[in-house]
């Protein structure tokens, strides 16, 4: 649910101007209208210095990365150049004074010919795991054998191994200090919030706007409308000159969600699409219900449920990870009840199993509806209501902006789809026979056309209405199957990851034959547990990307959902 605003606008005098927003930053209610991005130096500083204190950390431990993966490099280097043994680079390049350049040669061992040592000044210097020699020639001389020369060794391995140990010292001291930063998070955190708290007051401060030759300046502030009391209780004790009225869609005042413990913690998937604006609907309460379940559906095997509310628990105790604890646990949870349904616990179908009761199974999706899996015939129906209700959003939604008569376009499509989907459902129910059934048919059609056709915006000609309408019966009539079909990725995913669930269980099963207690139960109990684990992780990105994607594209697509509003923010300490 959108919490109501109320719109407050400001008169105070320049001179007052810091202390008055340092009483609004106490107050920690008022979203002042400001910029999102730096306006000048002073605030380019401010974000600088916050940002610089946000990356202290994660900097440190991208140092320690880097200096990882130079040390493996140089190793790698270092086991390169061990089998040529210690040479002095300087010395060989005074060679060349002498009117003497070294060739450097490595091959195989049968591609070795020992005749080479006594036609010309070789020196063999390994011979495992391949020949590796070196020919002193006249520098004018180039390579006068029958296989490629290789470059020169840049330095010695012993030269490689003093900068390993440099690296390795200069690694050490950047983990104590990565150690010492983790030490103190809560401090650089502290700091980080003050930091923004300052952006955050001097970009309100600087959107006042001056008048009176800069006596004066104003300000727009907005406040949720249940905390009126606290707003005005403070600013009476102020020397300001306050206006508050309702906010109205066309202040864009800017959007806090108002929701229960459950549709809270899916909040920040609405905000990963944008938040709704003053006068739409808040999708959260239906992201919440349809992605769990949508979730659910694609990992489909209530074992991976118990292991997800397991890392939602773990997540609790992890620094940071804490806003998504509840999420996790959540959809673990719904995973859980999913699975059982889909009679799928670690890739083993529960349904077949002789100890499970008979009324657990009743509980369970199996079998085939007119000749095709029951599940995936569940996806398509899941598909159908979902689209349904989010026309049934749009028609709210739109007569509450527009008007009944704004909106007959909007109603002629909803009593179209929604209506035909409803009384197809009752005829195959049997609760009304074809005649009625025909007759219902024939009266949505008629009574939808006129809304479709002629009515879709009483302010345009018929004819351009009919044209309109032609137009958007082709784009919803080559649209909407494509978004019913799209829900069979449901069925698919969760198909797909029970079925390979079940190989890593066979493959596992292989390794132990018969039974018994040997050796085979350790490669099992490795197999299992390596493929589960990479299951499920194949699984949750799958189950966290498409259920997305339907509620993002289809649903929000079909209700109408635009999510261009702004996050509540207020100013506070």
Known sequence: MITPMTKYSFIFLSSEKEGFIGKLQELGLMDIVRSDKPVDETSAA????????????????????????????????EEALKPWGGFDPKAVEGLAGMGLRMHWY?????????????????????????VRFVAVLPSG?????????????????????????????????????????EAQAEVYESRYRSAMAGLDRYLAS???????????????????????????????????????????????????????????????LTDMYGRPVYDEFDPTPFLSVFFLLFFAMCMGDAGYGLLLIIIGQVLRK?????????????????????????????????????????????????????????QMVLSIIIGIVHLSLA???????????????????????????????????????????????????IGLGVISALGIFLFNDINRSPLKNIGAGLWETYNTATGLLGDVLSYLRLYALGLAGG???????N??????????????????ILILLVGHALNLAMCCLGAFVHPLRLNFLEFFKNSGYEGKGRIYRPINK
């Open 206 to 268: 600087v959107a006042a706007c001056p008048a009176a030759e800069n006596t004066i300046q104003t300000l727009v502030g907005y406040a949720p409308t249940e905390n009126d009391a606290a707003v005005t209780g403070c600013l009476d004790k102020l020397d300001v000159l306050y206006l508050k009225e309702a906010a109205t869609p066309s202040d864009n005042p800017p959007i806090k969600l108002k929701n229960n413990r459950f549709v809270r913690s899916f909040e920040m």
């Open 318 to 374: 992890v620094r940071g990870m804490e806003d998504i604890s509840p999420l996790v646990t959540i959809l673990g949870v719904g995973t859980l009840v999913v699975g059982f349904v889909m009679h799928t616990f670690f890739g083993v179908d529960i349904s077949a199993l002789s100890w499970i009761p008979e009324w657990m199974k009743k509980c369970m999706i199996t079998g085939n509806i007119a000749g095709f899996d029951a």
């Open 507 to 524: 493959i596992a099963s292989m390794t132990i034959g018969d039974g018994g207690f040997g050796f085979g139960w350790i490669p099992f």
């Open 106 to 130: 490595t091959c195989s061992r049968k591609v070795f010919d020992p005749a080479w040592k006594e036609e010309y000044p070789i020196v063999v210097v390994s011979e495992e795991p391949e």
């Open 141 to 181: 001389e180039g390579n006068p054998l029958p296989i490629k020369e290789i470059p020169a060794p840049s330095c010695s391995a012993s030269e490689v191994a003093e900068r390993i140990a440099g690296l390795q010292a200069a690694l050490e001291e950047n983990d104590r200090k990565v150690a010492s930063l």
């Open 46 to 77: 401010l974000l600088k210095e916050a940002e610089a204190l946000k990356a202290v950390l994660p900097s440190a431990k991208a140092e320690s990365e880097r200096i990882s993966k130079e040390i493996k490099a140089a190793m790698a280097e």
């Open 499 to 505: 079925m390979l669930g079940q190989a890593f269980n």
């Open 391 to 441: 026309m049934i959003v749009k028609t709210v939604y739109s007569t509450k902006r527009k008007g009944f008569l704004g909106s007959l376009g909007t109603w002629g499509w909803t009593l179209l789809i929604v209506g035909g989907v409803a009384t197809g459902g009752l005829a195959l129910a049997g609760v009304i026979g074809s005649a009625v059934t025909k007759w219902i048919i």
